[in-house]
Nanobody
Framework: QVQLVESGGGSVQAGGSLRLACAAS??????????WGWFRQAPGKEREGVAT???????RYADSVRGRFTISQDNAKNTLYLQMNRLKPEDTAMYYC??????????????????WGQGTQVTVSS
């Protein structure tokens, strides 16, 4: 069973930065061979993909965050990161990390991810 614990959320003003972290544990295969993603859900909206990285290290970004957010992973620390720069009020949401087993594919759709963290809140004020 994979456990994912997010941290790093908080309240910032527009234009600021935050770095989210997702600590992973409890899996038998190396983090290196798994597919990972960051997703977010604002009140009254569906969960949406923000950034993903697959086991081949290919990354994908939602159009709304491309150029501002960067996904990365530190296999030695079993940690996934999301560096968020130039934050906007519309980035306000609960942010979740997720892991997908099998193959080399990390879609931006939240469907198909096997494990989810509990989330960390990001609030951006104007």
């Amino acid at each position: 069973q994979v456990q994912l614990v997010e941290s790093g959320g908080g309240s910032v003003q527009a234009g600021g930065s935050l770095r989210l972290a997702c600590a992973a544990s409890g899996y038998s295969v190396s983090m290196y061979y798994m597919n990972w993603g960051w997703f977010r859900q604002a009140p009254g909206k569906e969960r949406e993909g923000v950034a993903t990285i697959d086991s081949d290290r290919s990354t994908r970004y939602a159009d709304s965050v491309r150029g501002r957010f960067t996904i990365s992973q530190d296999n030695a620390k079993n940690t996934l990161y999301l560096q968020m720069n130039r934050l906007k009020p519309e980035d306000t949401a609960m942010y979740y990390c997720a892991a997908r087993l099998g193959g080399s594919w990390a879609p931006l759709s939240p469907n198909g991810y096997n494990y989810w963290g509990q989330g960390t809140q990001v609030t951006v004020s104007s």
